[in-house]
């Protein structure tokens, strides 16, 4: 009886979750700008995901032919990559352990939205002396952007640097990587053990937000695991969700953002258009008349590189050295702890142009001297769909890099 009772529930949860049977991830072998402007056409296909443009594609079976058919056509050469989706994504949560175990909270396992609040609370209640949390907003369906702000007090006016996790919902080890981190400053800091992290803890104040698209994620765990945008419909869209990344309001609308909702890089219908772009750029607008910010990223998720502005054009902003140098730094650090290859380079030469972005407003409307994207791992092996046991790896490795930056950025 359990056992049936047991089965239709989960029977029930299965059904609610999208499924991704028979999706596959092609990989494809992109050798000029010929090809890319080809591959752009494809970006118009509604069901057409590009988990990284314009080299991995998700296709729906449905639509497996056509694609096929379309690249052979052009000349496009590609391999299968990822033969079935939901094959890994049911690889990836394997544990069936308690996902906050009796000694604290396991951060090698993913965590929903709740429970990363529950662990917000949890940091504060435990580092008191270093830890406040505050909500800098709600989202669009009604959840607290909450945030933490940690630091040693010293009386003295102190630097300000941010960074946040899952502007992406599916990314998530972006989350997991911003909640790790911050618990090693708390204790590395009070364990006293760590001279470069006591002194980074003095110079700067940290603000903290985990999760800046909560209702995205929340719908990547209960609906759609690879779900990136928003959940907003605005009048006259088709679809659902805006792009946080492109919605920014420094040069909002131009190059690499789409002016189609149904389009995974949809802008919005205008610049901070949605709730949680407004919350974060009048928060950081309100704090830098306190305190200067040095220093802001945006953790993302996959490819392992760092991106400096700009985004919205080809052109390098004039503090590119500036920037380069601190780029460098950082990502040997990173490298130095297990040997993972992260590049670094301006966004649009490096990537592709983004419009609207993070890294670009607080470049270029707040004057942050150092505002990146930073993906995180993998190179493309699971991409989204990072196996747990690589949370450990990843959080550490940019740790030690976050680290190393904040030194050199204090000394200029
Ligand atoms: C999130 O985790 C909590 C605690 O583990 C659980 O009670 C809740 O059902 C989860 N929510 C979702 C959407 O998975
Ligand atoms: C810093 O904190 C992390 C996470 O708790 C821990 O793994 C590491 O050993 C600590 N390092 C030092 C030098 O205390
Ligand atoms: C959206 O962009 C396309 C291509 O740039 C353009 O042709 C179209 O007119 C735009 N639509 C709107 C509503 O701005
Ligand atoms: C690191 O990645 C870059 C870009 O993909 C590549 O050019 C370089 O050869 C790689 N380096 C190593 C050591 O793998
Ligand atoms: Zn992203």
């Known amino acids: 009886m359990l056992r049936l009772i047991l089965l239709s529930l989960w029977v029930t949860v299965s059904l ?8 596959k991830v092609l990989r494809i072998d992109v050798s000029d700008a010929g090809d890319v402007a080809i591959l752009q056409e494809l970006q118009d296909v509604a069901e057409l995901d590009f988990w990284d443009f314009p080299r991995d594609l998700m296709v729906p079976p449905t639509l497996l032919e056509f694609v096929e058919h379309y690249l052979t056509s052009n000349d496009i050469l590609y391999y299968v990559w990822m033969d079935d989706v939901q094959a890994k994504i049911d690889g990836v949560i394997t544990s069936n352990k308690p996902r906050t175990d009796v000694d604290g909270f396991d951060y090698y396992v993913y965590h929903n939205y709740s429970e990363i609040m529950d662990w917000i609370d949890s940091i504060v209640a435990t580092y008191p002396d270093l830890a406040t949390s505050f909500s800098i907003g709600l989202s669009h369906e009604g959840r607290d952007l909450k945030t933490l702000k940690i630091g040693l007090e010293t009386g003295k006016l102190k630097r300000a640097i941010w960074f946040n996790g899952a502007i992406h919902a599916r990314e998530w080890v972006s989350p997991a990587t911003v909640m790790w981190m911050t618990n090693a400053f708390l204790s590395n800091v009070t364990e006293g053990t760590n001279p470069d992290v006591t002194f980074v803890m003095e110079f700067f104040d940290m603000y903290i937000l985990p999760v800046m ?96 502005s700009w985004g919205y054009t080809y052109d ?97």
């Open 16 to 23: 609610a979750m999208k499924s991704y049977e028979g999706y």
């Open 213 to 308: 698209n909560p209702d995205g994620y929340e719908y990547s765990w209960t609906d759609e695991r690879l779900w990136r945008k928003t959940r907003t419909l605005h009048p006259g869209d088709e679809c659902y969700g805006t792009d946080l990344n492109r919605n920014f309001d420094y040069e909002w609308g131009g190059l690499g953002a789409s002016n189609d909702s149904c389009d995974n890089t949809y802008r919005g219908p205008e610049a901070l258009s949605e709730v949680e772009t407004q919350a974060v750029v009048n928060f950081i607008r309100q704090q830098s008349q306190e305190q200067p910010f040095r220093l802001f990223i945006d953790y993302h998720s996959y490819t392992q590189v760092m991106l400096s």
């Open 316 to 412: 390098l902003p004039v503090d590119f050295d500036l920037m380069e140098a601190h780029m460098k730094v950082q990502t040997a650090a990173i490298t130095s702890v297990f040997g993972a290859n992260y590049t670094y380079g301006a966004a649009s030469s490096t990537l592709y142009p983004s419009a609207g972005g993070s890294k670009d407003w607080g470049y270029g409307d707040r004057g942050i001297p150092y505002s990146y994207t930073l993906e995180l791992r993998d190179m493309g092996e699971y991409g989204f769909l990072l196996p747990e046991d690589q949370i450990y790896p990843t959080a550490y490795e940019n740790y030690v890099g976050l680290v190393a930056g904040l030194i050199h950025i204090s000394h200029q």
